[in-house]
């Protein structure tokens, strides 16, 4: 076979560049090789540069959309023990992972004392439809407000709501821990009202629903927040001891005087062997 031109190189790598193929660019040499090897046509050839590049171009994508969500840590729901959460429906779990709630407009509420994966749920969801190519956004509730009164201050809450109204799924981490102001409280409702039936949210809470006038200071506020978000929802309550505190019991590194201030009591026989043990 004839050597191909060096010029014909030279021009096809810069078409390529030009024309944003990277991908053809780095393999289309090899691909040829193996091509010509195994009797493949021009077509064919054809075809697997173009796979390779979309391929290459939805993994890129899938990254960029990972980092965008901003997730506190890859918890995934592979990683999930389900076995320390027998109440948790898993087959609902598993069926929230296609995603088909996003579809739908439809919420989650994780309700559950500390440290009993809500928030290692709703990470695994949020990977999940990252992978399914939704534009998701997570973000503490705390942190939520201060960025609402900020931009508020700074004339620009509707850019800031804009950039929101843009997910297809916004995870509201953590409502509860701490009372909103009035204008705090006020501002997050707006946003879900605007997520309502347009984006789905998960939300994470330790708050039973009686208590959630507590935090947003103000029951006609609570009873709409609730509405919105219980309209097309699926709760998931976690529960028991934290997974944390038991993991850590498991390994018999915290010791007994901690877990006393913490509430947690342990099984009598177990004290006197891990009172006064350094955590490891
Ligand atoms: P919460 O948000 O309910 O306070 P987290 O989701 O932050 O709790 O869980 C606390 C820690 O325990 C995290 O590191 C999480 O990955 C882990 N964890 C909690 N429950 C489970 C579980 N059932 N399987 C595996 N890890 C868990
Ligand atoms: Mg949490």
């Not at 709409?224 to 934290?242: F, K």
């Not at 006393?260 to 004290?271: C, V």
Request: proline content about 4%; hydrophobic content about 40%.
């Amino acid at each position: 076979m004839k050597p191909r031109p060096v010029t014909n190189i030279v021009l096809l790598k810069h078409h390529l560049q030009a024309l944003k193929l990277p991908t053809i660019l780095a393999e289309c040499d090899k691909v040829a090789r193996q091509c010509r090897g195994e009797g493949v046509d021009h077509l064919g050839f054809l075809l697997q540069v173009c796979e390779l590049e979309l391929i290459e171009r939805e993994r890129k994508a899938a990254e960029r959309r990972l980092k965008g969500a901003r997730l506190p840590a890859m918890k995934t729901i592979a990683g999930f023990d389900f076995g320390a959460q027998p109440k948790i429906d898993q087959s609902l779990v598993m069926n929230l992972m296609n995603c088909e709630y996003i579809d739908n407009k439809e919420n989650i509420l994780l309700i559950g004392t500390a440290g009993t994966g809500k928030t290692h749920l709703a990470t695994g969801l949020a990977i999940a439809a990252c992978a399914r190519g939704k534009r998701v956004r997570f973000v503490r509730v705390t942190e939520l407000v201060t960025q609402l009164l900020e931009a508020r201050e700074q004339r620009e809450l509707t850019r800031f709501k804009n950039q929101l109204s843009k997910l297809d799924l916004l995870i509201l981490d953590e409502l509860g821990y701490v009372p909103a102001s009035k204008v705090g409280a006020e501002l997050l409702f707006d946003v879900i009202s605007t997520a309502y039936e347009r984006t789905s949210v998960i939300v994470t809470t330790n708050l039973p629903f009686e208590q959630w006038t507590e935090v947003l200071d103000n029951e006609r506020l609570t009873g709409a927040v609730l509405d919105r978000l219980t309209h097309r929802c699926h709760i998931i309550e976690t529960g028991g001891e934290s997974y944390r505190l038991r993991d850590a019991r498991q390994r018999r590194a915290i010791p007994e005087r901690v877990r006393s201030a913490l509430g947690t009591g342990a099984p009598a026989e177990q004290k006197s062997t891990v009172e006064g043990q350094p955590a490891r």
